[in-house]
């Protein structure tokens, strides 16, 4: 292969513990010459707190190798030739940052203000006035879009959270509008993986522990899929899965990967 995409959480760490085998395996990637990707519906963080947060757990990555749905959707406005416009934002710190950084006008609510878009992410102070605002905006003819659709977010705990997913479907049962959706498992993101590192479906491979999201995404786009059992998904959910969301491999965690890349 000669592009590895992964999905962060569940797949290399769990909040703030790094997984088994996680940078043993991107540094045997690296060395056997492949490009690496990290992609993650998180839409809360910037691409530089995502670095951060692998180079604590030994995994070096530039920037560029950093692609959150957040980055993405600033990426999809500036392809759409639509930088300067406004924007009205339910989401984090990192989700504003990223689209002030491409020249988004990310604009607090005013009643007498023209929203061209809403963007809705994960937002962990999410509170009915966002939600009305969101609404009224959308109401006046703002185009929604969601970072992702994430139902849930993985705890520290081993339960879970409500995802971004959960916040984008209250703004869409008031609005009575359906978002474009940026993250996995739309393709946006990893089909803009593979144009920016010029590889052909069929030489690259998606690594993930969610099947609805990056086996789904991969299988929509055609690249081989590879599922790790440390996070979402479970043995029970593949058995159970449709044929579109079933994976190449199964490993129970990245050293059984990085067993086989040292054979
Ligand atoms: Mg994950």
């Not at 959706?181 to 593979?194: A, D, N, R, S, V």
């Amino acid at each position: 292969m000669k592009t590895y995409v992964f999905d962060m959480d569940g797949v290399l760490f769990r909040m703030d513990d790094p997984l088994p085998g996680a940078a043993e395996t991107i540094t045997l990637l690296r060395n056997k010459g492949g490009n690496i990707y990290f992609l993650t519906n998180n839409s809360s963080k910037s691409r530089k707190e995502y670095q951060e947060k692998l180079a604590r757990f030994d995994i070096h990555a530039e920037l560029n190798e950093i692609i959150t749905s957040a980055w993405a959707t600033g990426r999809y406005f500036l392809e759409r030739n639509e930088i300067g416009k406004r924007v009205y934002v339910v989401g984090e710190g990192g989700l504003r940052e990223e689209l002030s950084a491409v020249g988004m006008r990310v604009t607090p609510f005013r009643k007498d203000t023209h929203f061209d878009y809403v963007v809705v992410g994960w937002d962990r102070q999410f509170t009915y006035q966002k939600m009305a605002e969101a609404h009224r905006a959308i109401s006046d003819g703002a185009i929604f879009i969601a970072t992702n659709q994430d139902s849930t977010y993985p705890d520290s705990d081993g339960r879970t959270l409500p995802g971004g997913g959960a916040i984008v479907a209250a703004i869409e049962t008031c609005s009575g509008i359906k978002p474009r959706t940026i993250g996995k498992p739309e393709p946006y993101t990893l089909e803009l993986i593979l144009r920016l590192s010029n590889t052909p479906p069929c030489d690259c491979m998606i690594i993930g522990d969610r099947l609805d999201t990056d086996i789904a995404i991969g299988k929509k786009v055609g690249v081989r899929t590879g599922m790790t059992l440390t996070g979402v998904s479970s043995k029970t959910d593949i058995d159970n899965a449709p044929a579109d969301m079933h994976p190449d491999r199964i490993w129970d965690d990245l050293r059984e990967f990085a067993d086989e890349l040292t054979k």
